[in-house]
């Protein structure tokens, strides 16, 4: 751990300070406090490192996501209990697309000391509230006083067979394009909630409360039959061009195939928009979009929770990403940059 | 990844600053096209996450540092490449400190809009030469614009043998405590950088370019007689209280044996202060302070470069941290947090 500014420790404020109550340690010690028991966690958090512990034959998997207060969230329109259950979820999203079970998190908060005490125990709970839903203990991370804006980093390390890991990069020509899960809706939440129109209760949920749908990963990386996957984080076109990409293939969707959430159609159409657009550049869905190389249908949960499935498009030689239009028509597409808010 | 903010990408004003010249894919790809070849790493930036084997018998090691400007730097006394180098080197040395070998680094930037590319360049070539010298590859991370101060966060993750790891809560009374480094040189060397004293280049460079005992921590973990390892980021005192904590012993240091740099004897001296006050609460040192369960002498690296190493006392069975002053008197300690700057 890297030392703490002392006088950030102790501003020159009379004002009581979340981080100055608590202090770092004692946040950290009401992590540990809470932490339950996990076989393969041999040191948890209080130690220079956590000791993980992984399955023969598996593989690591990492990944690590930035999230900055004005620039992902705003905490005068979502709570700190939702900010920490969604710091958590887009990252286990990340291990979804690979098909990972996960190990652990790492969790890492920049707090401006005027941050009160109460926010950081609600965003606490629900970081370890989504911790435990996914399964993913926090084994460790780091917590310093910011100038600034709020900053958190969550690293996500999970495990998976090594032959079954999923990625980017091995969608083939022929193979059926499904996605996972809604596009679209967070988008339209966002804007709702932008705009101060009420309704829109799944939208708004979507944005503030994405869930990752890890059980459906891991059963995507079981069923022997997924050649490609991502989470679709940055928009379906703009998740499809990585797949494109890695793999070296091109995607043709279908436009009459597209998956258009209720509340997504209403929003459009009270906004004047293209509901298309919020079905192809949306953004913060995390949906999963992947490729099966046989034609049957997309794996179902054995637990009847899978998520909604439809098979969009397909792989193709192209290299390029296409939509086939409701009347035939064939259209080169492009991912367009998603506005946050 | 969670999509960026697309009014930071294209901010309002004219100037062109590094994040927009570059872009997060940019900054990414040229980090992935310097990246060389691991064998342990299956899958590096470019997927949802990155995927890296261990060794079998080995387990996994993680462990990550926040580091804020003007927290834990300032541009104005730091250069971009000596903050790209020390944000590696802190994470790295928490790994010497478990006896691991680092495995990758995920790098998480959160960087205003109006930082220019050549600091943002510079910052990447300072984290890759670092992650170089360690054979830690970068393997992943997040980058985006922030509107407060920069914000770096690195997850270090290594592995080592699972019956070789060092803990800090493994010591045991009579195991004798050593130290490897330089304690109180990097606290000096920040108050001369303060002071605009000239002079004092070690200091500063224990400052600004700290060095992880990246192989003597490895050293020590194949010996098989360490018994307790820490690293001493936060002071000597301080760290010797978690290994006091985790071990439930007690430490006696020796004041007569502790090592004291000559900048440090001299720049106490200079300003008035005890030297001892230095070498017990100094900070940022990343020296590593360990136990060793025989009363043979702490093992040398065949490599030529051992770090100095001195035996600084014992492990007790107190509970208490005390210092043996030289007149022989016996006094309890306590740390005491350290001004950062």
Chains 1, 2 share one sequence.
């Not at 028991?37 to 130690?47: E, F, P, Y």
């Not at 390390?157 to 020509?173: H, M």
């Not at 009347?327 to 808010?341: A, K, M, S, T, Y």
Request: neutral net charge; aromatic residues 4%.
């Amino acid at each position: 751990m890297v030392p703490r500014n002392e006088r950030d420790k102790q501003p020159m404020t009379s004002r009581k300070s979340g981080l100055t109550v608590l202090g770092e340690f004692g946040l950290i010690a009401s992590i540990e406090r809470r932490a339950g028991q996990h076989t393969h966690v041999r040191l948890g958090i209080g130690d220079d490192a956590a000791a993980l512990t992984l399955d023969p034959g598996h593989e690591l998997l990492a990944t690590a996501d930035l999230l900055v207060q004005d620039v992902h969230f705003r905490t005068q329109t979502a709570t700190a209990h939702q900010i920490g259950r969604k710091s958590v979820a887009v990252n286990i999203s990340d291990l979804a697309a690979m098909g990972a079970k996960p190990l652990g998190l790492l969790a890492s908060l920049a707090i401006p000391s005027a941050t009160p005490l109460k926010w950081i125990e609600q965003f606490r709970d629900g970081l370890l509230e989504a911790a435990a839903v996914y399964g993913a203990p926090l084994v460790g991370g780091d917590t310093t006083s910011s100038p600034g804006p709020i900053v958190i980093n969550i690293t996500a390390l999970g495990s998976a067979l090594a032959t079954q890991t999923l990625t980017r990069g091995g969608a083939r020509p022929g193979d059926a394009l499904w996605l996972a899960g809604n596009v679209g809706l967070a988008r339209a939440g966002l804007e709702a909630l932008e705009a101060g129109v009420r309704g829109f209760s799944a939208s708004k949920s979507a944005h503030k409360e994405p869930q990752a749908l890890l059980k459906y990963g891991m059963a995507l990386a079981a069923c022997g039959r997924c050649s490609a996957c991502i989470d679709v984080s940055d928009g379906l076109l703009g998740d499809l061009a990585h797949i494109v990409a890695r793999s070296r293939v091109g995607v043709e969707l279908d436009e009459a195939s597209l998956p258009i959430h209720p509340e997504v159609r209403r929003w459009a159409k009270r906004i004047g928009a293209d509901v298309i657009d919020y079905v192809l550049n949306g953004g913060e869905d995390y949906a999963l979009a992947f490729a099966l190389h046989d034609t049957r249908k997309a794996p179902l949960l054995s637990t009847g929770d899978t998520p909604a499935l439809v098979r969009i498009g397909r792989v193709t030689d192209t290299g390029a990403l296409t939509l086939r239009r409701a009347d035939g028509c064939l259209e080169n597409v492009q991912p367009r940059g998603f506005v946050h808010f």
